[in-house]
């Protein structure tokens, strides 16, 4: 079937549009070939794509505020994007719209270790961080399982976690400062290298926005001293149960573990088949407990940790006795991902966060829901703060497969708020979780969130269509009216 061809007008601005950016960000900087573009067509939620408009590439923060400006005066819808690994899909493109790539953003500015920070780019990975100070015995300790490719700009944009964020925090707790880029091409700085800011928290509301208020050109974070000592143990149980029970009586107990995961039977065999890590095979739930500190006080959590774990039924406790196997321990862990991949065509990774205490009866509650949608599902999450990652099983090619998988996904994620919970943890409401916003937030919550929105891009033209389920123009914010004392709106065009 021959595709019509694109109005006149439309491939005239289009035209106009490329040009004026070329003028910009000259060179290398503006990608325009429909080969070259499809690279940036998806971000890691696959299953949905678009072709931007044109991608450009700017390596400074005054391009990157020229083309913010442009855009701005000409009404041209812009999309940041990082290195595309998220998996909300923020960083889907739009077909009318300027994708703008923060690659070229790839150095570290200072590292300061008397103030014991880090000045990066924000194309630099989250890795990356770690590795420029780890011969000075810093690290940096917000750590996805996707770090190794993931940037700091990103993690900023989605609050990322990581194993270690029980302890240690999600990227918010571990942000000092950004230097920010306005809609406008207006740039701000907000915090710095200093422990505090007065004032309101600026920064609070940038870190974890979606890349929907502006964007982040150079980010400082907080450099943490590795710990003396650092042993990780490996838990088996007879059922995911009691592993989210033994969970809840390790924190109930005031134990703090550097990072507590948990994986059930499916996840176990495929991280075990991708990584040998020595998991163990003949256990449904396999829970990983990091302890970190002095020598002394490491080896009385272990052992209490590992008292705990036996009262609960544990079949298999194996402590690390290296920091090798340690690390071996996590490879596992931070390979479901990819291990999930070889025994599945395809699959959707979700995000959504729930009361510890509940973790037992939402898992039961997954389990029957992949009966109902007949759909496979492999469960991995940060036991400590309830951030759950099940990973449902799918294949693309059958379109029947991916709208069943959606709406399992949707199931689990109203499951988490009906007991407490929240709809994600550190990935984003992006458009994969935008049309549940309203299972968690009244008409009220959202016009707040959404006046927020306006204050800074009161067009409405930085990554549009994400988060909110229906986008107002700012505009009719000032004239809605309350009616049984909940707002309601108008059915108004969509931007």
Request: proline fraction near 5%; charge should be negative; charged fraction near 25%.
């Amino acid at each position: 079937m021959k595709m019509p061809a694109p109005d006149e007008a439309v491939l005239s601005r289009r035209m106009q549009i490329v040009a004026d950016l070329r003028r910009i960000v000259p060179g290398e900087g503006v990608i325009d070939a429909e080969e070259e573009r499809r690279a940036y067509e998806c971000d890691a939620l696959s299953a949905y794509r678009q072709l931007p408009m044109v991608v450009v590439l700017p390596s400074t923060t005054a391009q990157v505020a020229a083309v913010l400006r442009y855009c701005h005066e000409n009404r041209v819808r812009v999309v940041p994007r990082g290195a595309g690994t998220s998996l909300s899909g923020g960083a889907l493109p739009l077909a009318d719209g300027v994708l703008l790539g923060m690659g070229k953003f790839n150095r570290i500015l200072d590292v300061d270790v008397a103030n014991r920070c880090v000045v990066a780019q924000p194309g630099v990975t989250n890795l990356g961080i770690t590795n420029a100070v780890q011969h000075l015995g810093y690290y940096y300790a917000p750590d996805p399982s996707s770090q190794i490719a993931c940037t700091i700009g990103g993690n900023v944009a989605e609050n990322s976690g990581g194993v270690h964020c029980l302890k240690y925090g999600l990227t918010t707790n571990n942000v000092l400062g950004v230097e920010f880029v306005t809609m406008e091409g207006e740039v701000l700085r907000l915090g710095g290298k200093h422990l505090d800011a007065g004032g309101y928290d600026m920064l609070g509301i940038v870190v974890g926005s979606e890349g929907l208020l502006g964007v982040v050109t150079e980010v400082t974070v907080r450099i943490l001293r590795k710990p003396e000592t650092a042993r990780a143990v490996l838990i088996g149980f007879p059922s995911s149960e009691a592993g989210g029970e033994c969970v809840a009586a390790v924190i109930g107990a005031g134990i703090i573990p550097g990072g507590m995961e948990m994986m059930d039977r499916p996840a176990i065999h495929a991280a075990e088949a991708f990584a040998k890590a020595g998991y163990p095979l003949d256990v449904e739930a396999l829970l990983i407990v990091e302890l970190d500190g002095p020598a002394g006080e490491v080896d009385e959590l272990i052992q209490a940790v590992e008292g705990i774990a036996r009262q609960h039924g544990a079949t298999h406790v194996r402590i690390s006795a290296s920091e090798e196997e340690r690390l071996l321990f996590w490879a596992g862990r931070k390979s479901a991902f990819p291990a999930i991949g070889r025994i599945s065509p395809d699959y959707l990774c979700m995000d959504g966060t729930i009361p510890r205490g509940r973790l037992s009866e939402v898992l039961r509650r997954i389990t029957q829901l992949s009966a109902e949608h007949r759909l496979r599902v492999a469960n991995v999450f940060h036991a400590g703060d309830g951030n759950l990652h099940p990973l449902i099983m799918f294949d693309a090619n059958d379109p029947d497969e991916l709208t069943r998988a959606e709406a399992f996904g949707a199931d689990i994620l109203r499951t988490c708020v009906e007991v407490g919970g929240v709809l994600t943890g550190e990935h984003g409401v992006g458009i994969e979780k935008r049309d549940l916003m309203d299972t968690m937030f009244d008409d009220t919550d959202l016009a707040l969130q959404l006046r927020l929105k306006c204050a800074f891009d009161a067009e409405g033209l930085l990554n549009p269509g994400k988060v909110f389920p229906v986008l107002h123009r700012c505009a009719e914010l000032g004239r809605v009216i309350v009616r049984g004392g909940k707002l309601r709106f108008a059915d108004l065009p969509r931007f």
